[in-house]
T-cell receptor, first 113, second 115 residues
Framework: GENVEQHPSTLSVQEGDSAVIKCTYSDSASNYFPWYKQELGKGPQLIIDIRSNVGEKKDQRIAVTLNKTAKHFSLHITETQPEDSAVYFCAASRPPGYSTLTFGKGTMLLVSP | NAGVMQNPRHLVRRRGQEARLRCSPMKGHSHVYWYRQLPEEGLKFMVYLQKENIIDESGMPKERFSAEFPKEGPSILRIQQVVRGDSAAYFC?????????????FGPGTRLTVT
């Protein structure tokens, strides 16, 4: 089955810096890669996703890049703010149906003012 | 548009009791997924249901766990004879049918504590 590795497990940055979280996956058939943000005591919130027919996608301060050959994808957050502090999870799924999301173990991002 | 709703938010059960977790999907969503999150871990897929059908239960433990999504009402995840190892956060997600089925939206979770 699919295996998703996520690094780093914790990341501390100063407000205004950029943050990068990286994930690798094992199943070459996976072609949908979402990122979720989970705040303390809440459920995961879908913040951005990418499908394998594109290499990069941006939404304001966040962007995701995908390298299918190397089987890795990354989340980039620019101009970080204290409210970006949370646990971020990457995930992967594959057709048909995309029913099973396989998650990484998460990255705790701490943005200091 | 209300999001995915789960109740209860917190549930305490003694060993051997039954736990029932409820999930109401977002309006327009007909696919429901259950995931379990252990402390310091990512989410693990348990089961995928559509109305009145279990589509994929490959992540569900073979014993004591069951799930349903009836024609009317919420999806239910049932854990019989709970043990301490069942203590975790259980999240439900839902998605649209068809071409957007891959976008899963999560509820706030039910935190189960077994004493």
């Amino acid at each position: 089955g699919e295996n998703v590795e996520q690094h780093p497990s914790t990341l501390s940055v100063q407000e205004g810096d950029s943050a990068v979280i990286k994930c690798t996956y094992s199943d070459s058939a996976s072609n949908y890669f979402p990122w979720y943000k989970q705040e303390l005591g809440k459920g995961p919130q879908l913040i951005i996703d990418i499908r394998s027919n594109v290499g990069e996608k941006k939404d304001q301060r966040i962007a995701v890049t995908l390298n299918k050959t190397a089987k890795h994808f990354s989340l980039h957050i620019t101009e970080t703010q204290p409210e970006d502090s949370a646990v971020y999870f990457c995930a992967a799924s594959r057709p048909p149906g995309y029913s099973t999301l396989t998650f990484g173990k998460g990255t705790m991002l701490l943005v200091s003012p | 548009n209300a999001g995915v709703m789960q109740n209860p938010r917190h549930l305490v059960r003694r060993r051997g009791q039954e736990a029932r977790l409820r999930c109401s999907p977002m309006k327009g969503h007909s696919h429901v997924y259950w995931y379990r999150q252990l402390p310091e871990e990512g989410l693990k897929f348990m089961v995928y249901l559509q109305k009145e059908n279990i589509i994929d239960e490959s992540g569900m433990p073979k014993e004591r766990f069951s799930a349903e999504f009836p024609k009317e009402g919420p999806s239910i995840l049932r854990i019989q004879q709970v043990v301490r190892g069942d203590s975790a956060a259980y999240f439900c997600a839902s998605s649209y049918p068809g071409s957007r089925a891959y976008e899963q939206y999560f509820g706030p979770g039910t935190r189960l504590t077994v004493t």
